[in-house]
């Protein structure tokens, strides 16, 4: 275990919602490379609280890389430099003694400033809300053996389920588009032979949701680059082909209503 | 007994049949509520983890309005989601024997006799509706080629039940849980309140009237009335400082219930894990869990010789002791989670602890990788070979994982009847923060398997069996006095801590608190510590709220103010804590006193006066808190010495 001695940080600081933000700027004097990057600014906002001053709020919890709670803009990065890595798990290891670190909130219309670096995601909900289920109302299951998932059906599914609802894809995205987000759901559920009967309308369902809170996806690709969890933007295909084929296939269960 | 009265409201209710048939006798005899008179109940539900989002999506899809809190930004984050290793359940589908009876019996031996045998026979007849109900809303639990569900093995138990999403389980499984609630959400049967923490729960006429929350955005101090509020806030472990909870789990839930009556069982029973990765640096803020499945696969060992410096690959196989399969030759690597803690510490304090602060054990997975080859351990573990790598910075392929024991999860909680049911009407608990089904030892893949029983299966019954009589009776809204009374307090107590003006953060305190817990509250008690730390800890609270600092204001997003609650509730409970395991002369479970063990240092129970439930009244001060006591029998089980051997 070593020191970095000097980290120079420049944080966005906004008071509310509604007020002016402007970047300020710390010294984090000494931190241990087996720090976390969270941890380091535990420690401005202990060296803060001692000075009287009041602590850069920002949203964490598990610290593991799992809940996505975490966020952050680092160096203009969605959860910082190391890939496949989320804010939490980013170690003081990746830096030098001196560094200068820009840090700002996650940036988009659909995620709305709260304080500082903490930004409101409630939106994500709001899709899941609309479609990203299957109905299955506790009690009527059948033995969970009676459903057959082939293995690589399994596997696939997995991957985009491990989509842990950050929102760096959003915040990674020019137009502030969700479709990674929105497609490793539609994914996960489609693929399965439990999603069957709902398919299309939660594909509809979702994406017009989507699209009322969020940007539109022109394939810049940033979001799978910025991902913690690595999906892949193969989703986002899913996600158009699933969408365009409930257009028609919802269209004729409404005409024969 | 010692200290201890058997208190009349301390009666667990369970039905008057044998222990297999009491669930269905009681599913019989229960009151019932009309489809169409649902609606006229309003449930509020507090925590939205795999209990929480449950219980609120089943109770919405039977027709109660209900209100879901969480102090997240969104339900999904919830620390239910970090679970990794896996969810037991009863199937069989692997045929090696396995049935409800053996996992009941596992569980109840693997709590070292001290839960209720009613409530974990009702587990494990619900586990088997579990894994169907999350197969049908799509949690992608692993497959066979034949597209049948896989299993693998756990800790205390010699039969594969235990189901898994990778290493990821937790987190399939609450989104799922969290994915049928938003369906509820959508529907309008379920309103949802995200960034607002419960601050107290107000009783009116003997019965629990509703809550009253602050919201995290704007500090604003609300009431929320109903006719039932459920907590499944989860576990205090966070009491330590260090621990693998997330940052945010706390105890304030249930203690601010304890404080207006709910009792408080068994809050010594704790749970170190066994493989978490050590402590780095005096910075750190948490300790990171390694899945418990990892010694389905991995081998313990550490050097046989005191202050062997040698690189892991440099000491030879002779050199080496791998002492859970030496110590414990029937479980081996398996053994239950108190066993392989307390195991692995006295390795370390020999001065055979590995690793640059010589802090940890080896959890080495060469011979597995050279068995089955990299790809097949890649994909049982891959997951949580890249989180040690990211966190400990050392390649899992390469060199062992360094692992060693951390406060994880906590047996005790809110006493409650076999209708979940605290000893407040009205008022339920469910999950991790009630006490009811894991004794003094929880078994891996049991948690998440409690949660969902009791959401699913459990308080969707019992909660009906409470509001029948209700209908038609008008109850108290938030206007009436006490809920205003309540409001008041709430409001003056996170003032106050503004007021305090002191140097000291609330971090401060936490630490230091956790140290105090640590050592002497931790994986071994002794009388003489424990009453060390009953003198250190009123002295370090009074500082605490003598000099006490928070910065900013309670007007908006104010971390340092949160904090601030929560670590004020730490404390009361670390004192509870202490005198719980002061009370209880033995050893059991996680509460090890060294007092009480025998020649090879293995726990002994005192049966004979320990057999029960200490369940905590508040009186003031947890000082002077009433300690007493729910005796337990043991009628499908009989009581027996604990051996893994």
Known sequence: ?257 | MTNAQIHDKLSSKSPDAAVPEMWETFKSDMKLVNPNNKRKFKIIVVGTGLAGASAAATLAELGYQVEAFTFHDSPRRAHSIAAQGGINGAKNYKGDGDSVHRLFYDTVKGGDFRARESNVHRLAENSVDIIDQMVAQGVPFAREYGGLLDNRSFGGAQVSRTFYARGQTGQQLLLGAYQQMERQVGLGNIKLWNRVELVDTVTIDGRCAGIVTRDLINGEVRSHSAHAVVLCTGGYGNVFFLSTNAMACNVTAAWRAHRNGAFFANPCYTQIHPTCIPQADETQSKLTLMSESLRNDGRVWVPKAVGDERAAADIPEDERDYYLERLYPSFGNLAPRDISSRAAKRAVDQGRGVGPLKNGVYLDFSDAIGRLGKDTVEERYGNLFQMYERIAGEDPYAVPMRIYPASHYTMGGLWVDYELMTTIPGLYAAGEANFSDHGANRLGASALMQGLSDGYFVLPYTIGNYLAPMLGKATPGVDHPEFKAAETAARQRFQGYLDIKGTRSPDHFHRELGHIIWDYCGMERTEQGLEKALSELPALYDEFKKDLRVTGNGESVNQTLEKAGRVDDFFQLGMLMCRDALERNESCGGHFRSEYQDDEGEAVRDDENFAHVAAWEWNGDPMSSIRNVEPLDFTATHLATRSYK
């Open chain 1, 1 to 257: 275990m070593s020191h970095l001695s000097d980290i120079k940080l420049k944080i966005w600081r906004q008071s509310g919602p509604d007020e002016p933000g402007r970047f300020e700027h710390y010294l984090v004097p000494s931190i241990s490379d087996e720090a976390s990057f969270l941890e380091m600014l535990d420690v401005l906002n202990e060296q803060l609280i001692s000075e009287e001053r009041e602590p850069v709020v920002f949203d964490h919890d598990c610290r593991e890389g799992i809940c996505g709670t975490c966020s952050l803009m680092i160096d203009g990065q969605a959860h910082g430099p190391q890939k496949g890595t989320a804010t939490c798990q980013l170690h003081m290891r990746q830096y030098r003694s001196g560094a200068e670190i820009t840090v700002e909130p996650f940036r988009a219309a659909a995620f709305p400033l709260l304080k500082d670096l903490m930004v409101n995601r409630s939106a994500f909900d709001r899709i899941v809300e609309s479609g990203g289920y299957i109905t299955a109302e506790t009690g009527g299951a059948p033995d969970a053996n009676l459903i057959l998932v082939p293995k690589p059906v399994a596997d696939a599914a997995m991957d985009a389920a491990a989509c842990i609802g950050c929102g760096a894809c959003v915040a990674a995205c020019p137009n502030g588009a969700a479709n990674l987000f929105t497609g490793a759901k539609l994914t996960h559920l489609n693929m399965l032979p439990q999603g069957q009967p709902e398919r299309y309308r939660r594909a509809e369902a979702m994406v017009e949701t989507m699209d009322s809170y969020f940007g539109s996806c022109t394939n810049h690709g940033e979001c799978e680059a910025a991902c913690p969890k690595e999906i892949s933007i193969d989703v986002i295909a899913t996600l158009n082909q699933d969408y365009r084929k409930a257009k028609f296939a919802n269209r004729k269960t409404m005409a024969r209503a």
